[in-house]
C-alpha cells in the first residue's frame, strides 16, 4: 500500500532545522498543589483550557475508573503541568488532559465528549475489583465523606510561566517535549494544539483546496500536518521575511502565535492571497511543480510561490519555460539544496525566483 503522507525531498538542511534545539528562555517554573474540587471550579470558569490535541480524550471508562479510585484510597498519582498564557492568565494544559478530564468528567456524571447525537454515557466506575467499595458508583452514589475526599484530593501541578523573552514561543517547545510519548509530534502538530484560533482554522481549511492537493499531489491531508506547515510557511515568508531568522521552524511558530487571533477582515485578506496564487501556481506550472526529484522540495516551493504572491495579476506568457529555466540552474539547485534554512539563502532565492519567474 502506498504511503497515504505527502513525501518531501530529503534535504540536510531542513531534516536538521526540525531538529534544532530550541533558543535560550527565562522561565520560571514552581509547583503548586490544587484541590480537585478546585480545578473543577477553574475549569467550569474557563480559567483551565486544554489545547485542542490532535487525538483528544482517549482514556477508557476503566482506566478514567482507576484513576478516580486512585485518589479515593490516596494512592499516588502523577502531576500535570500548566502554562500560564501571558495574555489571559490562564492555565494551558500542556501535560495532563486525559487525568483532568477523567476526574471533570466523574464530576459531571458522564463519561466522554458528547457524540454526534449528543449522548453520553453515565460514569461508572469499571474495571474495579468486585471488593472496591467503589465499584460501579457514580459520583452521587458514594457517601458524603468520600464525595468530600475526592473533591478535597490535592493533584500537584508544575506551573509555568515564561519570562523573557516577552512573548509564549517557548510554549511549543515545552509541549513538544512533554507530550511525544511513543511518536514524536511534528512541528504542525504541536502549532496545531497551542496556537488555536481563526488563524490556525484558515490554515486547515486552505489545506484542503481541490488545487492544493493537486499542486501536493496527494489527494488527503497528511496525517503530520506537514502541508498545514507549507501552507504556513508560505504565510511566514510572503509577510516577515524582514525579520526571518534561523531556525525556520521557530520563525513560523512566532508568525503562527502572532497571527492567532487575527480579525476577520485580516484571516479573509489572508485566504484570498492565498487561493489567488494558487490558482495562478496551479495555472501556470500544472501538478506537482515542486517535485522536482524523489520528493516535494519545501524550498522551491516557498520561493515560487512567495514571488508569484507577488505578482498574482502579472503572469508572462512563457511562464512555464522561465519556471523550468529556474529550476535547471545551478544557483537555484544550489539556494534548494544546502543550507536552506540560512537567512541568506532564503531571501536569496526568493529574489532569484521573483527575477528569473517575472523579470521584463
Do not use: C
Amino acid at each position: 500500500m502506498p504511503d497515504a503522507n505527502l513525501q518531501f525531498e530529503n534535504v540536510a538542511s531542513e531534516l536538521a532545522d526540525r531538529q534544532s534545539s530550541p533558543p535560550s528562555y527565562e522561565i520560571a517554573t514552581y509547583p503548586a498543589d490544587f484541590t480537585l474540587d478546585g480545578l473543577y471550579s477553574q475549569w467550569q470558569g474557563g480559567d483551565i483550557v486544554i489545547p485542542k490535541f490532535q487525538r483528544g480524550y482517549v482514556w477508557s471508562q476503566a482506566q478514567a475508573s482507576k484513576l478516580i479510585e486512585s485518589f479515593l484510597v490516596g494512592l499516588p498519582v502523577p502531576g500535570i503541568f500548566l502554562y500560564t498564557e501571558r495574555s489571559t492568565e490562564k492555565y494551558l494544559v500542556v501535560d495532563g488532559q486525559q487525568r483532568l478530564r477523567s476526574v471533570f468528567f466523574y464530576f459531571e456524571g458522564f463519561f466522554g465528549q458528547e457524540g454526534r447525537r449528543g449522548s453520553r454515557a453515565v460514569f461508572r466506575l469499571k474495571g474495579l475489583s468486585e471488593d472496591s467499595p467503589y465499584a460501579n458508583r457514580r459520583f452521587e452514589d458514594l457517601p458524603e465523606s468520600s464525595q468530600r475526599k475526592l473533591k478535597n484530593s490535592v493533584l500537584r501541578a508544575f506551573v509555568i510561566r515564561q519570562l523573557d523573552p516577552n512573548d509564549d514561543t517557548s510554549i511549543f517547545h515545552v509541549f513538544e517535549r512533554l507530550n511525544t510519548g511513543g511518536t514524536l509530534l511534528h512541528n504542525q502538530e504541536v502549532r496545531n494544539a497551542v496556537s488555536t484560533g481563526p488563524f490556525n482554522d484558515l490554515l486547515l481549511e486552505l489545506n484542503r483546496t481541490p488545487e492544493w492537493r493537486r499542486i501536493l499531489g496527494k489527494p488527503d491531508p497528511d496525517n503530520r500536518m506537514r502541508d498545514v506547515e507549507l501552507i504556513l510557511r508560505f504565510f511566514s515568508l510572503k509577510h516577515a521575511l524582514g525579520a526571518y531568522e534561523k531556525p525556520m521552524k521557530d520563525f513560523m511558530s512566532r508568525y503562527m502565535r502572532r497571527q492567532a487571533h487575527s480579525a476577520p477582515d485580516q484571516i479573509n485578506a489572508f485566504r484570498q492571497e492565498f487561493l489567488q496564487t494558487l490558482r495562478s501556481v496551479n495555472d501556470s506550472l500544472g501538478d506537482r511543480p515542486f517535485h522536482l526529484k524523489a520528493g516535494l522540495n519545501a524550498s522551491a516551493f516557498d520561493s515560487v510561490f512567495v514571488a508569484f504572491a507577488s505578482h498574482r495579476g502579472d503572469i508572462p506568457p512563457d511562464i512555464r519555460v522561465r519556471y523550468q529555466t529556474l529550476v535547471s540552474s545551478e544557483a537555484f539547485q544550489d539556494m534548494i539544496r544546502s543550507g536552506t534554512t540560512d537567512v541568506e539563502q532564503v531571501r536569496g532565492r526568493i529574489a532569484l525566483a521573483e527575477d528569473a519567474l517575472f523579470a521584463r
